[in-house]
Structure formats: C-alpha cells, structure tokens
C-alpha cells in the first residue's frame, strides 16, 4: 500500500492542490491580475501532473489488453480529460470559439506536432521506420471526413437551421465512431498492428520482482484522476481567465493550453515508442488521439449547446482550415508506403512551427 502511495505522488499533490484551490479561490481572484495569472500556470501544473498519473494507468490497462484495445484506451483517456476540461471551462464563462479552436489545435499537436516530432527523432536514429500503412490511411480518411462535417461545412449553414444541423452532427459523429471501433476490434483490427521482429534480452534481476498490475486500481486511480482535474480545471478556467485578461494574448492561448494539457502524455509515450523503433504505436497514438478528439468531442460539445441553447462557432477560420488541408496531404504522402523517416517527420514539424507562429499572431 506505501509502495503503491509513493508512486501515486503526482496524483496526491494534485488532490492536495485541488483541495487547497477551493478555499484560496476568493483570494486568488481578488489579489491582482499577476497572482490571478502564476495560479493558472501553477493549477496547469498540476494538471499536467495528474493527467500523466491517468495515462500511466491507461497505459498499463493498454499493456494487458494489447493492441489494437491498447491504443484505443490511450486515446479515450486523452480525449475525456481534454472533454472534462472543456466542459467546465465552458460552463465558467462559454466562448464561442474555444471548443474549435481547441480540437483545431489538438489536430495540429496531434499530428504535426507529436507524430512530426516522434517521426524525426526516430528517424534520426533508425533511418526508415516502418508501420501498418492501411492504419493510416483509415486514421487520415476518417479525420477528414469527420472535421469537413462538423468544422468546414457549418460555415454554409443558415443560422436559423443551426440546431437542426447540430443534431445531424450528433448523429454522424455517433454512427462513424460506432462502425470505426467496430472496424478496430473486429475483423479489421490487423489495420492497426505491426509485427516487429522481437528482440532477446536478458533478463534483469528486477523484473523477476516487478510488481503485477492490478486491474482494478488502475481503473479506479484513472477514474479518480479524471475527477481531480475537473476539480482543479474549475478553478484553474476562471484564474487563466483573469489572469489573461486585458494582455492582448491571442485567443487561442486557451485552446492551445487545454490541448497540450490533454497531449502531455501522448508526447512522451509516442517519444519512447519511436525511439524504441515502434512506429505504429506512433502513429496509432498520434492519427487515433486526432480521431478521438474530433469524433468524440464534437457529441459532447454539440449536445451540451443544444441543451444550454448556446451555439458555437464551430466552422474554422480560412487560415485554419487551409493549415488542416495542408497537414492531411502532407500527411497522406507522408504515410502512404508504410515507412517514415526524418524528412517526413520534418514536414510535419514545420507545419507544428508554422501553427505555432500563426497562433502568436493571432490568426
């Protein structure tokens, strides 16, 4: 039980700090723009930390199943701490972009940003890695689909028909899903594998004396994270806000900080399967927490605007949607032979860059 404490202690300082936050809020608020502002960094913080304590265990419930379930719990951890988050910041003080503009940013992290980056350390150091290219092509037709339906189409919809568009959007997001993780599981779930050639290695004295994984611990600590930080994104939304208030930081710095706060995880998990020379783990984790983002988070968001009577503004901006375009080509070349290297991994880094550098300037 101590053991299993001292490795929780992420997880317990961000119960500690979740605790602290409630009644320090009144305060926090009421003491200047500055202490407003170092709380939201210092509450992002411990978000971070909480939310790597909920992918390590997604992880190890990923390492019992296997892929192509592995991957899938990865994703949908990522994805429902990136929901609950936006969720409360939303019911805080609603802004009619940042649902967009946070999927938009997840998509561009996603695959620009963690796919470029895993794609160009792990070519540096293997040259040519290979994968499954049937994953990628599904992962790329499927993310095109779903954000040219909810995200590009809604820009030619009459305001007056936006419920009924809305409830379309539902349903499609719903029924695509459905017949993808059906795909996934079912009869088609070599398309998200690889064999790769098993190396031998001694083996260590501590792993004759490593802990097994409990099943129910890790489900029960990934559910009591995910409440810690809706806990501390409650207070964290309403300090960031304050805190950025009047600085002339662009918009998007929201959606940027919630999609990082929902990838941190993935990043290192992507990071040491390409540099362990495991590129389909890449690009499962970095095409499918995509897919996740704007799939699943879409319902959600979509339904919490057709009960509050709030619409938002889901259609992207032109300099969005061309930046989106511009990542599915460039990633549909990229990954269409079943190897990537660090030219291609490159690409995608310069997309990350120029999203970054676009975001600075406010567009």
Same mark, same amino acid.
């Given at each position: ?33 500055? $202490?407003?502002?170092?709380?939201? +960094? ?5 978000? *971070? ?5 909920? %992918? ?22 990522? *994805? ?13 003080? @609603? ?8 999927? #938009? ?48 189409? @809604? ?9 009924? #568009?809305?409830? +379309? ?15 996934? *599981? ?5 398309? +998200?594998? #690889?064999? #790769? ?37 409650? !207070? ?39 540099? %362990? ?16 983002? $704007?799939?699943?988070? *879409?319902? !959600?968001?979509? %339904? ?14 032109? $300099?969005?949607? $061309? ?28 997309? +990350? ?11």
């Amino acid at each position: 039980m101590l053991t299993s404490l001292k490795q929780e202690k992420f997880m317990l300082l961000a119960l500690i700090a979740a605790i602290a936050a409630y009644p320090l809020e009144h305060w926090m608020l009421h003491s200047g723009q500055l $202490v407003a502002l170092l709380a939201g +960094f210092a509450l992002i913080a411990f978000i *971070v930390m909480a939310s790597m304590r909920v %992918a390590h265990h997604a992880e190890q419930l990923a390492e019992k199943v296997g892929d192509p379930y592995g991957t899938m719990i990865l994703t949908l951890a990522a *994805v429902l701490v990136e929901v609950v988050i936006l969720a409360i910041m939303m019911s805080n003080e @609603p802004s009619p972009t940042l649902v967009r503009d946070t999927i #938009y940013s997840a998509v561009m992290l996603d695959i620009n940003g963690i796919l470029g980056l895993a794609a160009l350390m792990g070519g540096i150091k293997h040259g040519e890695q290979s994968y499954n290219d049937d994953s990628a092509r599904t992962y790329s037709v499927m993310i095109l689909t779903a954000m040219g339906v909810s995200m590009v189409v @809604p820009e030619f919809i009459p305001e007056a028909d936006w419920k009924i #568009y809305s409830a +379309f959007t539902i349903g499609a997001m719903v029924v695509l899903y459905t017949l993808f993780l059906r795909m996934q *599981v079912g009869p088609h779930s070599y398309f +998200f594998s #690889y064999s #790769y050639p098993e190396k031998r290695r001694k083996k260590q004295p501590e792993d004759e004396h490593a802990p097994s994984v409990s099943l129910t611990f890790s489900i029960a600590t990934l559910v009591f994270g995910v409440i810690v930080i809706g806990a501390l994104a409650e !207070v964290m939304s309403k300090t960031l806000d304050l805190g950025l208030e009047g600085t002339g930081a662009p918009p998007v710095i929201t959606a940027i900080v919630v999609a990082a706060i929902s990838a941190a995880p993935e990043i290192l998990t992507a990071l040491r399967a390409a540099l %362990a020379n495991r590129m389909q783990s890449v690009v499962n984790i970095a095409l499918g927490a995509s897919l996740s983002t $704007v799939i699943l988070t *879409v319902p !959600v968001m979509e %339904a919490m605007a057709l009960y509050t009577g709030q619409p938002f503004q889901m259609a992207m901006t032109p $300099v969005q949607t $061309v930046m989106v375009f511009i990542t599915l080509i460039v990633s549909a070349i990229n990954l269409n032979d079943g190897e990537t290297n660090a030219i291609e991994g490159m690409t995608h880094f310069v997309l +990350f860059a120029t999203f970054i550098m676009l975001s600075l300037l406010g567009l």
